[in-house]
């Protein structure tokens, strides 16, 4: 059901939405693997990786969100797709992070 389950914990959706207002801002940049479709963030205290995945048997894209912890050098992984309401909120940050580095001149 579309819009209406969350996938993700809400500490990782705080996370989420602190990370997409300080991407917008301009204050985080992130480096961008096209070739993995993954964006990465090194921060003072974490390192945070987010992933696109397309299934194209099954039509369902996956954001896989990575965190590590500096401190003891634990890895968690956050999973949402498609059919839940944080998708949209997860895909926004993976967009903004894609363009953080993005310079347009004209």
Do not use: C
């Not at 896989?64 to 912890?69: C, E, G, I, N, T």
């Not at 949402?80 to 967009?95: I, R, V």
């Amino acid at each position: 059901m579309l819009g209406v389950v969350e996938m993700l914990p809400a500490k990782i959706m705080d996370l989420v939405n602190k990370l997409t207002e300080m991407t917008k801002k301009g204050n985080l940049k992130w480096e961008y693997d096209y070739y993995n479709d993954k964006v990465t963030a090194h921060l003072d205290y974490f390192t945070i990786s987010m992933m696109y995945v397309f299934d194209s048997d099954t039509g369902i894209a996956y954001i896989h969100v990575d965190y590590l912890d500096n401190s003891n050098g634990q890895w968690y992984r956050f999973t949402t797709d498609s059919n839940y309401y944080d998708f949209s909120a997860a895909k926004l940050l993976y967009d903004e992070a894609q363009a953080s580095q993005f310079d347009v001149k004209f």
